[in-house]
C-alpha cells in the first residue's frame, strides 16, 4: 500500500467521502476491526504486560474490593426508622429528609460540576471561573508567581522570637543562625495559601506512590504470606501448593 | 407570636451552646454554658451514630439504645454519615431527636433548640450541597437559635499548651493528622484557619479496617460476613502496628504456617485465639494465646474436649491489618502511606510554615490508640523529615475527644463564639446559598 503524508504546511482539502489522514503508526480504526486479536497486542512493543502489571480483570476485581471495604450502608439491607418520626416543618426539608441518595451520587454529582465548570468557555468574570478551574490541578500551586518581597516580610513561625539580646557572639559566623532559618514568610503568599478554596473531595486524595519508589508487595491471597507464586489462570499471588489450592477452589477469578 | 425578626437581637444571648462533633461512627456531644468553667473531656458524651437492627431479637435500637442490647450476632447497621458527611438527613433526625430532643435524651443533654446554639463540625472537602442540605436542616427542621459549622479538626488549635501557658490561642501552627473511622486526613492548620489546598486524605480508615479484617476473618476462617460489631471489638482488641517494615517482614515470617510437608510452629508471642461469644453466656469475645491442640480439634484432626466453644485464631491478620495505614498498595489503593501524606501535604507549605507544622504534629481519631501507631508513624516520618527539622509529634490525651473539647473550648468563650454564629433570622433573610459561602470564609 502506498504510504501518503500530508506534509505539515500544507492546507488539508476535505472532500466528500475521503481525506488525507496523517499516518502516526498506531490506527485505531485497524485495532478496533479486531480488538480480541490479544497475540499481536502482546508481540507489539510496549503492548504486552510487565511483571508487575495488572490485567483490567484484575483491576476491576482491585476496584471492586476497595469499594467494598469501604462501603458505609449496605444497599441491599435497609433499616427503618423505628417510632413515630416528626414531620419535617418545611417543604425543603421534607425533600432533604427523603433523599435516598448515597454519598456515591453527591460525590459523582460534585465532579460532574466541576467538569461543567472546566469545559465552559470563560464567563463573565474570569478570575474565579480560573481559580475554580486550576482547582483539580491542584499541583499548579497558585504561589508560585508570587514574587518574594523580602523587605516586608514578616520572620516565620519558627523564628516568631524575635532575637533581640544579641551579644558579641552576633559576629561569629560559625554561630550564625541565619543559614538555618528558612526564608521568612511572604504575607502575600500567606493569605493566598489561607483564602484559597477548598480542594474538591476526589481532589483531595494524596497522589499515587512514585514510580521509582519500593516495588509493591505481594501477598498469599489465602494465608496472607508473603506471594511469591503467581496463579497461571487468573494472576493472583500464592505462597505455596497448598494455598493454591484453596486458591482454586474460592477465589481464583478465572470462572468470576 | 413574635415577629419574625425579634430572634436578632436575643441570638447573642443564648448562653448554651450545643457541641457537636458528628463523627461516622459516633456523636461526641456536650452543652457548654459560656459562663461555665473551662470544659473537660468528662462533660462530653460519645453516641454511636447508627440505627441498628438485630434480625435474631427483631428490635431496632437507635444511637445509645446500642447500649441495652445483648446480641450483637449480625447486627446490621444504618449509618447517616458516610465517608464523613452526613448523607441521611431521615436517620441522622432521628437519632439527633432521639438523643437531645426525645424523652429518652440523657439529662445532660437534652436541650430545645430554639433556646440553643448549634456548633457542628464537619470533615474536610465537603461537596457544597451537602453543606446546603445541613443548614437547610438545622436551621428549618431543627429551628437552633444560632448556629456554626466548620471543619472539625480547626477546633483542636484551641487547647492550651500548658494549664499556665502564655501562649495565646488559637494556636499559630498545627498539623492535625485525623485517622478516624472514614478516613485519615492530614490538616495543616495556621492561627485556627484551615489551609484549605494543603489538605489530604488517606482512604484508609477505621471501617475499611474492620472490613478488611471480617473479609480475611471470612476467607480463612467462618463466615462473619455479617458479623461487623464483632470484628470491629477483635480489631480493638488485639490489632497492633509493626514497628517498621523490617520487622514486618519478620513477624509475617514467624506466623507463617509453612510448607506442605514442613509445618512450622507458630510464634507464639504473636498468634492468638480470639474466643468469640456464644450470646448466652457472654456478650464479648476476649484473646487469648493460641492453642494448637484446640485449633486441631476444630479441624476435626483431634477428638473435641472440653467446653464448647468457638476460635478465631489470630495470626498475620493482627499487624497486617492496620499495615494499610502505612501501606495502602499492599491491598492495591493507589495511595502513599500516611508518612509520606503528610510530607505531600506540607510540599504545598512555604518552607518557614512547614517548620512550624512539624513542630506541632497531633493526632486525634479511634486508630491513632491502635499500639505501635504512634512509634511507627514517628520513626517513618522522620525518615522524611529533613535532619536538621525539629519534629514533634503527639498523640492527644484522648483523641476521640480531643476535637469536641477544642470545640467547648472555643465555645466557653463569648466573644470568640459571637463572632461567627450565624441566627435563625439572619438565615431566613439571605437564604442557605449565602450560608454556605459565609461558612466557606467567602463572607
Not at chain 2, 443564648?14 to 452543652?31: R, S
Not at chain 2, 466557653?412 to 450565624?422: F, G, H, M, T, W
Amino acid at each position: 500500500m502506498p504510504h501518503v503524508e500530508v506534509l505539515p504546511n500544507s492546507t488539508s482539502s476535505v472532500a466528500p467521502g475521503w481525506t488525507y489522514v496523517v499516518d502516526t503508526g498506531y490506527d485505531p480504526s485497524k485495532v478496533a476491526i479486531n480488538p480480541k486479536n490479544k497475540k499481536r497486542v502482546a508481540a507489539q512493543p510496549g503492548g504486552a504486560r510487565g511483571e508487575h502489571e495488572l490485567s483490567s480483570r484484575q483491576q476491576a476485581a482491585i476496584a471492586r474490593r476497595i469499594a467494598e471495604l469501604n462501603r458505609d450502608n449496605d444497599p441491599k439491607q435497609s433499616i427503618p426508622v423505628p417510632g413515630k418520626t416528626s414531620t419535617p416543618k418545611t417543604q425543603n426539608a421534607r425533600r432533604i429528609i427523603q433523599y435516598q441518595r448515597q454519598i456515591k451520587h453527591w460525590l459523582d454529582d460534585e465532579e460532574a460540576q466541576l467538569a461543567q465548570l472546566q469545559q465552559a468557555p470563560q464567563p463573565r468574570s474570569a478570575t474565579t471561573a480560573s481559580r475554580i478551574a486550576a482547582q483539580p490541578l491542584r499541583r499548579s500551586s497558585t504561589m508560585i508567581s508570587v514574587p518574594p518581597t523580602p523587605s516586608e516580610a514578616t520572620p516565620g513561625p519558627a523564628a516568631a522570637t524575635p532575637i533581640s539580646q544579641r551579644s558579641h557572639f552576633e559576629d561569629d559566623p560559625l554561630l550564625s543562625i541565619e543559614r538555618s532559618m528558612p526564608p521568612p514568610l511572604n504575607p502575600a503568599e500567606l493569605s493566598a495559601l489561607l483564602t484559597a478554596p477548598p480542594l474538591s473531595y476526589a481532589a483531595s486524595h494524596v497522589a499515587p506512590p512514585p514510580a521509582d519508589g519500593p516495588p509493591s508487595r505481594h501477598f498469599c491471597d489465602n494465608c496472607g504470606y508473603w506471594g511469591k507464586i503467581k496463579c497461571l489462570k487468573c494472576g493472583a499471588r500464592v505462597c505455596g501448593l497448598e494455598c493454591k489450592d484453596a486458591h482454586e477452589a474460592t477465589r481464583c477469578l478465572k470462572w468470576a | 407570636m413574635p415577629p419574625k425578626g425579634s430572634k436578632k437581637a436575643s441570638a447573642a444571648a443564648q448562653t448554651q451552646t450545643l457541641v457537636l462533633d458528628n463523627g461516622a461512627y459516633t456523636l461526641k456531644a456536650g452543652l457548654v454554658s459560656s459562663a461555665s468553667a473551662d470544659p473537660s473531656y468528662d462533660d462530653c458524651t460519645v453516641i454511636p451514630n447508627c440505627i441498628a437492627r438485630s434480625t435474631r431479637d427483631k428490635r431496632t435500637y437507635v444511637a445509645s439504645e446500642l447500649e441495652t442490647c445483648k446480641d450483637f450476632g449480625e447486627l446490621a447497621f444504618r449509618r447517616p454519615v458516610e465517608r464523613g458527611f452526613i448523607v441521611n438527613w431521615e436517620a441522622e433526625k432521628a437519632i439527633w431527636e432521639n438523643e437531645f430532643m426525645g424523652a429518652g435524651a440523657g439529662e445532660g443533654l437534652r436541650c430545645d433548640p430554639k433556646e440553643t446554639n448549634l456548633l457542628l463540625t464537619e470533615k474536610p472537602n465537603c461537596p457544597k450541597e451537602l453543606q446546603k442540605n445541613c443548614d437547610e436542616i438545622v436551621f428549618e427542621q431543627f429551628e437552633f437559635a444560632a448556629y456554626y459549622r466548620c471543619v472539625g479538626s480547626t477546633l483542636n488549635a484551641y487547647h492550651p499548651y500548658g494549664p499556665d501557658s502564655l501562649f495565646s490561642l488559637p494556636q499559630e501552627c498545627l498539623l492535625l493528622i485525623d485517622t478516624s473511622y472514614s478516613d485519615t486526613t492530614i490538616s495543616p492548620i495556621y492561627n485556627g484557619q484551615l489551609i484549605q489546598p494543603a489538605v489530604r486524605r488517606l482512604t484508609v480508615g477505621g471501617k475499611l479496617l474492620t472490613n478488611y479484617l471480617k473479609e480475611l476473618s471470612s476467607l480463612r476462617h467462618y463466615n462473619m460476613m455479617d458479623e461487623t460489631y464483632l470484628l470491629n471489638e477483635a480489631k480493638e482488641a488485639v490489632s497492633f502496628v509493626a514497628p517498621s517494615a523490617q520487622q514486618f517482614s519478620r513477624d509475617l515470617e514467624w506466623t507463617w504456617k509453612g510448607r506442605l510437608g514442613d509445618k512450622r510452629e507458630l510464634d507464639p508471642s504473636i498468634v492468638l485465639d480470639y474466643v468469640l461469644p456464644d450470646y448466652e453466656q457472654s456478650i464479648h469475645g476476649y484473646a487469648r494465646p493460641h492453642d494448637p491442640a484446640k485449633s486441631r480439634m476444630r479441624r476435626g484432626l483431634q477428638p473435641v474436649q472440653g467446653p464448647k466453644e468457638d476460635l478465631l485464631p489470630l495470626g498475620n491478620e493482627r499487624f497486617t491489618v492496620p499495615e494499610l495505614l502505612f501501606r495502602p498498595t499492599d491491598i492495591g489503593i493507589q495511595e502513599v502511606g500516611l508518612p509520606a501524606a503528610i510530607m505531600e501535604s506540607l510540599s504545598t507549605l512555604p518552607e518557614a510554615l512547614k517548620i512550624g507544622m512539624l513542630a506541632n504534629v497531633v493526632v486525634v481519631g479511634g486508630n491513632s490508640l491502635i499500639p505501635g501507631f504512634m512509634e511507627r508513624l514517628e520513626s517513618e516520618l522522620r525518615t522524611l523529615v529533613p535532619a536538621d527539622y525539629l519534629l514533634n509529634i503527639a498523640r492527644a490525651e484522648d483523641p476521640i475527644k480531643h476535637t469536641w473539647l477544642g470545640g467547648a473550648r472555643f465555645a466557653s468563650q463569648r466573644d470568640r463564639l459571637k463572632n461567627v454564629l450565624v441566627a435563625k433570622a439572619e438565615y431566613d433573610e439571605r437564604g442557605s446559598g449565602w450560608l454556605v459561602r459565609k461558612f466557606a470564609g467567602g463572607g
